[in-house]
């Protein structure tokens, strides 16, 4: 139940038009009210707080301290209302929506190119996909299913393997013409992963070299501002090859090392049993799980 000191929809529009046009009269304009129902607006938000909003001097509004306190956030609370209802738009009419969160990289390079494949098999699904590089809490989280690194999936949920994380090192053309051995790579500056920063301690350990010194070079936060500082010649990068395999074979990277890692935590595709009962996320699941991983090699 609303608080009778929560202000309503029209007396917040009529509030943030006030403040920035100065007048009640330019507010209706902009409302498409009349002068009467904004001043209305006005007082009622005035009094509904306790608080004087606006300086009025003559047909001038300026704000008070408590009206520029009040701005931002009554802005910001519209605007998120315009954002929902055009999200909402955006399904079209669908009654299937699935509402994904991947890792960013993932779903830029390996999922969002195979989205077409899934649009021609469910065509009735619309796809909201946000991306995370945590872990989801199902209970409280809206979204139907997320795909993580297994350490990642939350426990209680469910989950399907994808792919497992195979590791290449990769580096531009103009930084290395072909495969080096460790050591070589060692004297390389090493683009660290900001989120696992120790990719490179256990390449080098699982190269029985001492790791001490390898923890130099830029840091970035996400895989895909790593494939990009690798093509910019920064240095040599650890990542996945299926993220990597389109640079691979357009000649925007090549491989650095003959060698290959297999990280401990594979993708997985993770949901909680609530979601079994949404038919987009079942029609999603079979394809990614039964289709497209087998028809992609991941599986």
Same mark, same amino acid.
Request: proline share 5%; net charge positive; charged share 20%.
């Given at each position: 139940m609303?608080?009778?000191?929560?202000?309503?929809?029209?007396?917040?529009?009529?509030?943030?038009?006030?403040?920035?046009?100065? @007048?009640?009269?330019?507010?209706a304009?902009?409302?498409?009210?009349?002068? @009467?129902?904004?001043?209305?607006?006005?007082a009622t938000l005035e009094d509904r707080?306790?608080?004087?909003?606006?300086?009025?001097?003559?047909?001038?509004?300026?704000?008070?301290?408590?009206?520029r306190a009040l701005l931002p956030d009554a802005e910001r609370i519209l605007a998120d209302l315009d954002t929902s209802a055009l999200t909402v738009m955006s399904f079209g009419g669908?009654?299937?929506?699935?509402?994904?969160?991947?890792?960013?990289?993932?779903? %830029?390079?390996?999922? *969002?190119?195979?989205?077409?494949? &899934? %649009?021609?098999?469910? !065509?009735?699904?619309?796809?909201?996909? @946000?991306?995370?590089?945590? !872990?989801?809490?199902?209970d409280r989280d809206p979204?139907? %299913?997320? *795909?993580?690194?297994? !350490?990642?999936a939350l426990r209680g949920a469910?989950?399907?393997?994808?792919?497992?994380?195979?590791?290449?090192v990769v580096a531009a053309p103009s930084l290395v013409s072909g495969p080096l051995d460790d050591p070589a790579l060692a004297r390389l500056p090493l683009l660290q992963q900001a989120t696992r920063p120790d990719l490179w301690l256990d390449w080098f350990r699982d190269a029985g070299l001492d790791p001490v010194r390898i923890l130099r070079g830029p840091r970035f936060e996400q895989f895909g501002m790593v494939l990009a500082a690798?093509?910019?010649?920064?240095?040599?990068?650890?990542? !996945?090859?299926m993220l990597v395999a389109p640079d691979l074979e357009a000649g925007r990277l090549r491989l650095a090392s003959r060698r290959s890692m297999v990280s401990a935590a594979p993708y997985v595709l993770t949901w909680p049993a609530r979601?079994?009962?949404?038919?987009?996320?079942?029609? &999603?699941?079979?394809? *990614?799980v039964t289709d497209e991983a087998t028809d992609q090699g991941l599986t």
């Open positions: 609303r608080r009778a000191y929560t202000p309503t929809l029209p007396e917040l529009q009529a509030f943030v038009q006030a403040a920035r046009n100065g @007048s009640a009269t330019r507010a304009l902009a409302l498409g009210l009349t002068q @009467s129902a904004v001043s209305r607006s006005l707080l306790g608080v004087r909003l606006f300086h009025r001097l003559r047909q001038r509004l300026t704000l008070s301290d408590a009206g669908h009654r299937d929506v699935l509402r994904l969160a991947v890792l960013p990289t993932f779903g %830029a390079v390996w999922l *969002i190119p195979r989205l077409a494949r &899934f %649009a021609a098999r469910a !065509p009735g699904v619309t796809v909201d996909m @946000s991306t995370t590089l945590e !872990p989801l809490d199902f979204r139907d %299913a997320a *795909i993580l690194r297994a !350490p990642a469910r989950s399907a393997l994808l792919a497992q994380e195979r590791l290449v690798a093509q910019a010649g920064l240095g040599v990068a650890l990542v !996945p090859d979601s079994e009962d949404v038919s987009a996320f079942r029609a &999603f699941r079979d394809w *990614i």
